[in-house]
């Protein structure tokens, strides 16, 4: 079921735009109407390939044209916040994606430019509305799993275009920012508390973190994350309580996939779902109804405190 329709324009040609934004959106009943790139002819050709009648060759004549209720942001690292700043004071309601911020003073503009301007902004984290996780989240809320003592996330895949920017430092590059960042968010929204006493073990690749293994609290609970570029793929999340133990086999990369959660004897299989439409609707049920982001702009903001952390141990 799709929402109301709000027009579109696309900051960044991208592969997950391509890929993952475009069929969510047009999924949603949403309406693209132009897309801004770097060079006119990666835009033209990005236009051309989705049929899309709008394209710029650069951003901010993007953001200055009429009629674009909403923008998705899929730029370098390093960019997100400065363009996501100045969406916003455009007019532009802003889902980026991640990471929206990789210091923890550019949340706090993105936060203020938020409120000033009267707009939403949502970090695209599409993992945390797959069904799967919705429902650990609760049975961790209802008290199912007992008091919750430990979790452990690890995700990674091997990263082997030495050309890609996530190899660099000045980009934002590094596993704690590329993949890091999905296991603080899910961690941050299943226990309730941002992360806190980070300690970290790296692995370096060049002038980055080639993986990285996070020890922290959130809250009271002990969480470890293992992200990585050199190897893979794998992915996983165990939550130990005192009552039982849940494992997730499958919690941020779902798209297409079938995923399992076992709370305690409890099994649960969940068919192939799109977490892109899941997380589309979410936002534009929060532009168009007002409706509360589930992690919305002050959970990016202490996500970005978590992840400054987290990526200067990473990089030193």
């Not at 916040?81 to 969406?87: G, K």
């Not at 609760?138 to 430990?150: F, P």
């Not at 996530?166 to 296991?183: F, K």
Request: net charge negative; aromatic share 6%; hydrophobic share 45%.
């Amino acid at each position: 079921m799709s929402g109301p329709s709000l027009t579109w324009g696309l900051i960044g040609a991208s592969r997950i735009a391509a890929r993952a934004i475009v069929p969510a959106l047009r999924a949603e009943g949403q309406v693209i109407t132009s897309v801004a790139a770097g060079d006119a002819t990666r835009a033209t050709a990005f236009a051309e390939e989705h049929a899309i009648a709008g394209t710029h060759s650069d951003y901010a004549s993007l953001l200055a044209g009429p009629g674009i209720d909403a923008v998705y942001i899929s730029l370098t690292n390093e960019l997100h916040a400065d363009w996501t700043i100045r969406a916003l004071r455009s007019g532009k309601h802003v889902l980026c994606e991640k990471p929206l911020a990789l210091a923890e003073r550019d949340a706090a503009a993105i936060v203020s430019a938020e409120s000033a301007c009267g707009r939403r902004v949502m970090e695209a984290f599409c993992h945390l509305y797959h069904p799967a996780v919705v429902d650990l989240a609760a049975a961790m809320e209802s008290g199912a799993l007992g008091e919750v003592l430990t979790l452990q996330g690890d995700l990674s895949f091997p990263l082997e275009d030495d050309e890609d920017f996530r190899w660099s430092a000045a980009r934002g590059g590094g596993a704690a920012a590329d993949l890091g960042c999905y296991l603080l968010c899910l961690a941050s929204l299943l226990t309730g508390h941002p992360a806190t006493e980070i300690s970290v073990v790296r692995r370096p690749r060049g002038e980055v973190d080639g993986s990285v293994t996070a020890l922290f609290r959130s809250g009271d609970i002990h969480c470890t994350i293992t992200a990585g570029l050199l190897s893979g793929p794998h992915q996983g999340l165990r939550v130990t309580g005192t009552g039982a133990i849940a494992e997730l086999n499958q919690p941020v990369t779902t798209r297409g996939r079938s995923v399992e959660l076992k709370i305690g004897d409890d099994v649960r299989t969940y068919p192939p779902h799109e977490p892109y439409r899941h997380m589309v609707r979410h936002f534009v049920d929060a532009i168009t109804h007002g409706a509360p982001i589930l992690f919305d702009s002050a959970a990016s903001l202490a996500q970005a405190n978590a992840l400054e952390q987290l990526r200067g141990k990473a990089m030193t």
